[in-house]
């Protein structure tokens, strides 16, 4: 039968300088598993949710987890973590820490306080040098930290009378708040400054220069201040008149404003100098600690060790990747086609010869059909198949006898637009072209064998 519960019971002791204590029991919230969150939520947020925002507090990992997945693709998702993480898997009976870590790398924008960031550092980071370490480390280098490692194209950090410290993939920057005369009850100060991120986002759009953080995290510091000057977290008439004063403070002109965005517009070209930063960033971690070298080694060697062809496959951009790595292949002396990933069902099954040729899949996803059917079928019978992949997770990669796998940081446009993703398969197939150059003791002369036209050409015999 149903039964009648309450949400969540909670008891709240504010103390003479406006900090407060709080214990709360889970209600009705400790049911709303991933399973609950689908059936009473899955087709409305898949149709209209926009921004979906939700929190590591009450409901279990799970649902949480359920509740970012189920967002659109183009929904904005942003998770607060307010409470600590040991204390939402052991205490609170949440989920374990990996449901958690979940949670935190599949939202776009993460709102951490700043106690629960320092324990989600050291449990994602745990070379940081300890607890210690870790909170004697500037604000702007955790935030820094969580958005490299989570993924996250906005991390926004609160800490309280210090103000936030604002992350995202181009800017890092601390904002202070103003201090208050007199701090009447801070209860759901970090709630409403959520509350003023999700509402400059909303009328903004994400921050894409350094102004553009600035202010939001003016904003949001303007209505979590608010929120600090009224008894309790529910508001009521005189926090109404002072967020509209805070708020009528804060605008700028509607003349103003359009003026400042028609001028953004037509002279900074922010967004292609976001996509430059955004390019430098990934390649940044795809060099510095982005790829197995293990994986490097296995893949080369596969390449090296090939009796016959290496067949070169993918579909879209990513085969367009596949076809310019058989290109360069062939161009220093292995033998090497592309093969398009649609075509392998259609006959050229028989263009790869069992334990002679190899077949390298490239596919961002890792979950392309094509290449994840071609894959299993060559293997089946018998073929190498090793992939470029940006999901070490995908059924490709699993396929595969080898696979190198990257890691994207950073949010392509649209969500889903290939951009940044290319320049770092490029990368990969650049590096392999050159260790397989390098192993191979491949001379300039070999290279003019092949390659006796254009300027190319004319440079090597000219230096020869």
């Known amino acids: 039968g149903s039964r009648s519960l309450a949400a969540r019971e909670s008891y709240v002791f504010v103390q003479a300088d406006g900090e407060r204590s709080i214990i709360m029991a889970r209600g009705a919230t400790s049911l709303m598993d ?4 689908e059936a009473r939520f899955g087709e409305p947020l898949a149709k209209y949710g926009h921004f979906v925002s939700t929190e590591i507090s009450q409901v279990p990992h799970s649902g ?7 967002a659109n693709k183009n929904a904005v998702t942003i998770l607060d973590l307010d409470v600590s993480p040991s204390v939402a898997v052991n205490e609170a009976g949440l989920g374990t820490m990996d449901d958690l870590i979940q949670c935190v790398k599949a939202a776009e924008i993460l709102k951490p306080a700043r106690h629960a960031a320092e324990e989600l550092l050291l449990v994602l980071m745990p070379n940081l040098g300890g607890a210690d ?3 004697s480390m500037p604000a702007t280098d955790v935030v820094t930290h969580l958005r490299d490692v989570c993924g996250s194209s906005l991390v926004a ?15 890092v920057l601390r904002v202070p708040v103003t201090p208050l005369e ?26 894409r220069t350094k102004d553009d953080l600035v202010s939001l995290g003016s904003f949001a510091n303007r209505v979590g201040a608010v929120c600090c000057q009224i008894l309790g977290a529910v508001p009521n008439d005189e926090a109404r008149r002072m967020l509209g004063e805070q708020i009528a403070a804060y605008n700028p002109s509607a003349a103003t404003r359009n003026e400042t965005e028609a001028r953004r517009h037509a002279s900074d070209c922010d967004e292609f100098f976001t996509s430059l930063k955004d390019d430098s960033a990934a390649a940044a971690a795809l060099a510095n600690d982005g790829l197995k070298t293990e994986e490097i080694a296995a893949f080369a060697e596969s390449v090296l060790d090939c009796a016959g062809n290496v067949l070169t496959s993918g ?4 085969g367009l990747i596949a076809r310019r790595m058989a290109a360069s292949l062939a161009s220093t002396g292995i033998r090497a086609h592309f093969v398009h990933a649609a075509e392998w069902a259609h006959g050229d099954y028989g263009k790869a010869e069992r334990a002679r040729d190899v077949v390298v899949l490239v596919s961002h996803s890792g979950r392309t059909n094509e290449c994840v059917e071609a894959a299993a079928h060559l293997k089946s019978v018998g073929v190498n198949v090793i992939s470029i992949t940006g999901n070490e997770e995908s059924p490709l990669a699993r ?15 649209l969500g889903t637009l290939p951009t940044s993703s290319l320049l770092l ?14 192993r191979r003791r491949f001379a300039r002369k070999n290279f003019l064998r092949n390659h006796p036209g254009g300027s190319v050409g004319e440079t090597l015999r000219r230096d020869d």
């Open 34 to 37: 991933a399973e609950a969150v």
């Open 157 to 171: 950090m609160t800490s309280g009378s210090d103000g936030c410290a604002l992350a995202t993939n181009n800017e």
């Open 425 to 438: 398969q490029e990368m990969i197939v650049n590096g392999v072209v050159r260790e397989l150059v390098q």
């Open 64 to 70: 949480v987890l359920k509740l970012l997945k189920l």
């Open 182 to 207: 007199k701090v009447t009850d801070a209860t759901g100060a970090g709630d409403a400054f959520l509350g003023g991120l999700i509402a400059h986002v909303y009328a903004h759009g994400m921050p």
């Open 133 to 135: 370490a870790v909170a």
């Open 315 to 318: 579909i879209g951009k990513s």
């Open 399 to 413: 396929v595969s006898d080898v696979s190198i796998s990257y890691r994207l940081i950073v949010k392509e446009p």
